[in-house]
């Protein structure tokens, strides 16, 4: 099954204990996003990648950090979490069509995190 | 600098109720436009798109929508809602060409409510 999955679903943690989010999708598609969804904020860019090793920053990137060394998975990385990094996190990822223009965009089930 | 306004953060609408959910872009060019709903707790799924062409999309789940240049809109509709279609739904705009490709703006939402 096509799918995106994402691990943890949920977390909770402590103020500046680093942590990983997973992030692997099945699809073989190029490009790969993270975004944060805020309650009245909508859905907002952390950062994304076109291809292997290449990635580049979104709407709001501060405090967060990626990789993407193989083309399945793209690790969302808390280097020193903080409390305005509560938040509903999304993993997209979708092929690129003909002039690097994305099409559908697919999403994993979302992890939700909590920084005390 | 691309962005969506959903005017309507909160629609309740009757089952079997004609439904119109408002959705205006910002863009320089002609723009790839998505609606996503986002049912509690999950994911989001798209219900259509629309790229080129005819400017009315039949998407997923009976839902259509119509993109109309000189409204920069692109409203979705549904003619009769059933109580299942109760969710989050997202209109996103994506810029075209590479350098911002696959950049996806998403509109803070609209919360639909269906009462029987």
């Known amino acids: 099954e096509a799918q995106v999955t994402q691990n943890p679903r949920y977390l909770i943690t402590v103020t500046g204990k680093k942590l990983t989010v997973t992030c692997s999708q099945n699809?073989?598609?190029?490009?790969m996003s993270w975004y944060r969804q805020d309650p009245g904020l909508g859905l907002r860019q952390i950062y994304y990648?076109?291809?292997?090793?290449?990635?580049d920053k979104g709407d709001v990137p501060e405090g967060y950090k990626v990789s993407r060394k193989e083309k399945r998975n793209f690790p969302l990385i808390l280097e020193s979490p903080s409390p305005n990094q509560t938040s509903l996190y999304f993993c997209?990822?979708?092929?690129?069509?003909?002039?690097?223009?994305?099409?559908?965009?697919?999403f994993g089930p979302g992890t939700r995190l909590t920084v005390l | 600098a691309q962005s969506v306004t959903q005017p309507d953060i909160h629609i309740t609408v009757s089952e079997g109720a004609s439904l119109e959910l408002r959705c205006n872009y910002s863009?320089?060019?002609?723009?790839?436009l998505f609606w996503y709903v986002q049912s509690p707790g999950q994911g989001l799924q798209l219900l259509l798109k629309?790229?080129?062409?005819?400017?009315l999309v039949q998407g997923i789940k009976g839902f259509e929508a119509e993109f109309k240049r000189s409204q920069s809109s692109f409203n979705l509709r549904k003619p009769s809602v059933h109580w299942s279609d109760a969710a989050e739904y997202f209109c996103?705009?994506?810029?075209?060409?590479?350098?911002?490709?696959?950049?996806?703006?998403f509109g803070t939402g609209t919360r639909l409510q269906v009462t029987l």
């Open positions: 699809m073989n598609h190029e490009y």
């Open positions: 629309y790229f080129s062409g005819d400017t």
């Open positions: 996103a705009v994506g810029a075209k060409g590479t350098g911002t490709a696959s950049k996806l703006t």
């Open positions: 997209a990822s979708t092929p690129l069509r003909l002039a690097g223009t994305t099409d559908t965009q697919y």
């Open positions: 990648s076109m291809n292997v090793e290449v990635t």
């Open positions: 863009y320089g060019a002609t723009p790839y």
